[in-house]
């Protein structure tokens, strides 16, 4: 279940669904992926969706709006908001401290 959400995080995804993959009631689905993973599915979902936007926030000059979408938010306020819970500032702000990190560590590497 966790490669599913992994491979296919951009898609939206049901409970269901993921039970049904393996063969167990909702429920108990449920229950065994939160004492696996320390986690609900959905939040297992919304922290890979944030992790591959932060990747592409770093990587990227893609706008914010395009990443949020492809990441499989239906709304740019609601990544916003999400992006800000978890990583502590909004995505663009993430974006310009994360370029100059970027920037730092590469005029660190000694030229050859």
């Known amino acids: 279940a966790v490669r599913r959400i992994e491979k296919d995080a951009e898609r939206p995804v049901s409970l ?3 039970a ?3 063969a167990t009631s909702p429920y108990h689905f449920l229950r065994s992926f939160r004492h ?3 986690m609900t599915p959905y939040q297992f979902l919304l922290k890979t969706r944030l992790h591959r936007a932060a990747v592409r926030l770093r990587m990227s000059d893609e ?3 395009t990443i ?3 990441a499989g938010f ?3 306020s609601t990544f916003n908001r999400r992006f800000r819970r978890v990583m502590g500032e909004a995505p663009g ?3 310009l401290r994360r370029r100059g ?3 730092l560590n590469a005029s660190a590497v000694p030229a050859l």
Request: net charge negative; no cysteine.
């Open 16 to 18: 269901a669904e993921l």
């Open 20 to 22: 049904s993959e393996t």
């Open 36 to 38: 696996v993973a320390g």
């Open 63 to 65: 706008a914010i709006s």
């Open 68 to 70: 949020a979408f492809e």
């Open 74 to 76: 239906n709304d740019l």
């Open 93 to 95: 702000a993430y974006r």
């Open 101 to 103: 990190d970027k920037l």
